[in-house]
């Protein structure tokens, strides 16, 4: 049973920065890509950044230079370092991995991006 569980969502001010954590269980995690994707109100779900097991790494052109996402294989977990946090950014954001092309999503957590 594959299990996605985020953490570390708040409110933070425009230019902070916050970091996201996605613990994951069920699956084989050093050869997992893994994302983060995001859903505004009103927005359809975007995909903000992606992981693969060898490292290789893809980001959304809004977040590029200002997100990194990481994992760390001994704990199974992907983290999304989110730099000058704008407005924009305000959304729910969900952890997602698709073994054997079945999707599984976290249940979601909020980021706020205050003025």
């Known amino acids: 049973q594959v299990q996605l569980q985020e953490s570390g969502g708040t409110v933070v001010q425009a230019g902070g920065s916050l970091r996201l954590s996605c613990t994951t269980s069920g699956l084989t995690f050093t050869s997992a890509t893994l994302d983060w994707y995001r859903q505004a109100p009103g927005d359809e779900r975007e995909l903000v950044a992606t992981?693969?097991?060898?490292?290789?790494?893809l980001y959304a052109d809004s977040v590029e230079v200002r997100f990194s996402i990481s994992r760390d294989n001994g704990r199974q977990t992907v983290y999304l370092q989110m730099n000058n946090l704008e407005i924009e950014d305000t959304a729910v954001y969900y952890c997602?991995?698709?073994?054997?092309?079945?999707?599984?999503w976290g249940q979601g957590i909020q980021v706020t991006v205050s003025s």
């Open positions: 997602h991995a698709m073994p054997h092309w079945r999707h599984y």
């Open positions: 992981i693969r097991g060898d490292g290789y790494t």
